[in-house]
């Protein structure tokens, strides 16, 4: 999952016809490194989305990307910065959608990231390969709809 960091507050003063403007330049900037890394986003919700992955590997390397060119944005004084969550599971597919408590903790993980930061879940953490990454532990994750003992990493690009 992704969303962007204040993107609410800023859409009620910028209006609706710059919010829809902004938020075709972040799809026009976010989606193809989805799509490039081997992801499907599955639907837009409002100013984030929800992809799907095979693995959690792409994933984050797409959410390095994506973020990356979403910060590149500028409009109106607002510079987007997005967060994102990847976490690893078996979702319920139905129809094109994705459902259940596998993508309720997906979207918690993504919830509780700040602005430019990917947080990932311990079972995508555990499949990654962490050559290049930097991960750390996150120890105030809670969310309701998460299991209480899920353990949620920060990742980022080792410089």
């Given at each position: 999952?992704t ?7 800023w ?8 919010a ?26 409002g100013?984030g989305?929800m992809?799907?992955?095979?693995e959690p590997q792409?994933a984050?390397?797409a959410?390095?990307a994506?973020?990356?060119?979403v910060?590149e944005i500028?409009m ?7 967060r ?17 408590v596998?993508?309720?903790?997906a979207?918690r ?5 700040g ?14 390969d962490?050559?290049?990454l930097r991960?750390k532990r996150?120890w105030t ?19």
């Amino acid at each position: 999952f992704t969303d962007l960091v204040n993107f609410s507050k800023w859409a009620l003063e910028a209006g609706d016809e710059a919010a829809v403007a902004l938020l075709r330049q972040i799809g026009e900037a976010s989606e193809p490194p989805i799509e490039d890394a081997g992801g499907r986003v599955v639907k837009r919700l409002g100013d984030g989305l929800m992809a799907v992955f095979d693995e959690p590997q792409p994933a984050v390397e797409a959410a390095f990307a994506s973020g990356a060119a979403v910060a590149e944005i500028e409009m109106h004084g607002y510079r987007p910065r997005q967060r994102a969550g990847v976490h690893f599971g078996r979702a319920q597919r139905v129809g094109r959608d994705y459902l259940g408590v596998e993508v309720n903790v997906a979207a918690r993980v993504a919830s509780a990231a700040g602005g430019g930061e990917v947080l990932v879940s311990e079972p995508a953490r555990d499949l990654l390969d962490t050559t290049g990454l930097r991960l750390k532990r996150k120890w105030t994750f809670r969310a309701k709809g998460a299991p209480e003992d899920l353990r949620v990493f920060w990742v980022r690009a080792e410089s």
